[in-house]
């Protein structure tokens, strides 16, 4: 690599893997220069205002995934990042009754056994084995997996991968073995019988995911929503005191005091790349930047769709990343709320805080989430919406006046490109009504409660975020696009096919949600090419 440019990495994206990125490269000695579209840090892990004194996560809501090794390196804590706990787990609601699955094992099995005590059974078990596999996977998650046709250091972690799975053993093993591949709903129904469980269970499977409950490998997506840790937890979630968006404001703060340049409003035209190396970046404004390395952290078809000239890049890459899959189908809501919803299966009053400080789903059963997939392929969205809902201000009152609410909604099944070739502008308002016209079903005084919206449908996403195909996840999480195949054979160690190009983002191994672990692996293998 040169010495003349005026940057040792330039990453392109300061969504919260980028900052990751850059704090991490230039912790470890290296001269680095964020450039970023939006006048805002943070991508996706974005707080604001949305209504007059209603502010809350925009795109992303809740914390799990992102890497304890990541906060403890770049030192969120001491810049500011506060995860809190939450006391409940999961509440879905049903026609005239509920399912409960609090943190508290024996009375989650209460919960369960009133519509199966053989599911009751089964659950702790369930639970167990799903926490061994994802424990593993976590520790997958945390470097760059082996690549196809590799060298030695592909050689040397196909090794520590092949370690790590022996040390599972062998029913672990086959565990692991039936997530990669098995639909979701096909797994659920091999553990339990009632409905209520397996919906709560398989809307984990289409998180951000366009797939029916028995496509296979939908189960991975269960296992990789497992795999995070709150405060020590496995698979615990909790909510960042100010939303998500004091994450990035974390991440930048870091990255800052680490010496990190970062520029918004500086959209990226196109890497620019000499005698077949990436050397730098062009922007919309004319200017370049030079550096040693290009680090980029959006989706890789938008990366090699519109930023790289398709000359330098070989054919059966290219053709891999014009054929690549990037639809999450999903729509995204924050709503502010007058008083707390009333869920008509609930008590009332302050009794309700115990079950609403967690998740609560609207996913009663695995026929619902086909139902929910077959519509928005025929019509574009579903007609009986799979919601998954938070209340981040029962454990944040930062976020809203005292005595109101502020609602986070995420929402599938919604396609991206409509099939009566309609755009989401003709449907945004109307779909959204019928979204809180759903939830007003379990909860009476929930519309007339709603002061205020904000609505992101998934050409918003695509549009603000730069998201291609509205995709969370830069990419969907499917069997052909994960691991050493994400996102193609040869190139999962974050190295692109041009020489000084890596990639940071969710569109690299271990794949989307707001862990940081793209950015962090993907900067080690750059300081090691660097030194």
Known sequence: MGKSEAFDVVIIGAGHN????????ARGGLKVKVVERRDVVGGAALTEEF??????????????????????????????????????????????????????GSIARREIARFSKADAEAFPEFEDRIATVAEALRAVAEDAPPDFGGGWPDLMRLLSLGNRVRKLGARAQADLADLMTMSVGHYLERWFESDPIKGIFGFEGVIGNFAGPYQAGSA????????????????????????MGAISQALAASAKASGVEIETEAPVREVIVEKGKAVGVVLEDGRSIRARGVAANVNPGLLFGQMVDPAVV?????????????????????????????????????????????????????????????????????????ISMCLPTTLDDTLAPEGCHVMSLFCQHFRRHLPDGTTWDDHR?????????????????????????????????????????????????HLDQIFSLRPAPGHADHRMPVPGLYLCGSGAHPGGGVTGLPGRNAA?????DIR
């Open 314 to 386: 070989p054919k059966d890459f290219k053709r891999r990343m014009d054929t690549w899959r990037s639809e999450s189908a999903t729509f995204r809501m924050n709503v502010a709320l007058s008083e707390m919803p009333r869920f008509s299966s609930l008590p009332g009053g302050d009794e309700d805080l115990a079950y609403l400080n967690g998740t609560i789903d609207i996913c009663p059963s695995l026929d619902y989430i086909q139902d929910a997939y077959d519509d928005a392929r025929a019509a574009g969205w579903a007609k009986r919406p799979i």
């Open 220 to 243: 991975y997506v269960l296992l990789h929503h497992a795999f995070g840790e709150v405060n020590g937890r496995t698979g615990a979630w909790g909510h960042a005191k100010g939303g």
């Open 524 to 528: 080690a293998e750059i300081l090691r």
């Open 18 to 25: 980028g900052l990751t990125c850059a704090g991490y490269l």
């Open 429 to 477: 308002d109307s779909v959204a009504d019928m979204i809180i016209d759903t939830v007003g079903q379990y909860a009476p005084n929930f519309k007339a409660a709603v002061v205020g919206r904000q609505i992101n449908s998934p050409l918003d996403i695509e549009r603000k975020l730069n998201m291609t195909g509205g995709d969370i996840f830069h990419g969907a999480l």
């Open 51 to 104: 209504h007059p004194g209603f502010r809350n996560s925009v795109f992303s809501y809740l914390v799990s995934l992102l890497s304890p090794k990541v906060i403890a390196d770049l030192e969120l804590a001491r810049f500011g990042l506060e995860i809190m706990d939450r006391t409940s787990g999961s509440f879905s609601v049903l026609q005239g009754d509920h399912l409960w699955l609090p943190r508290d």
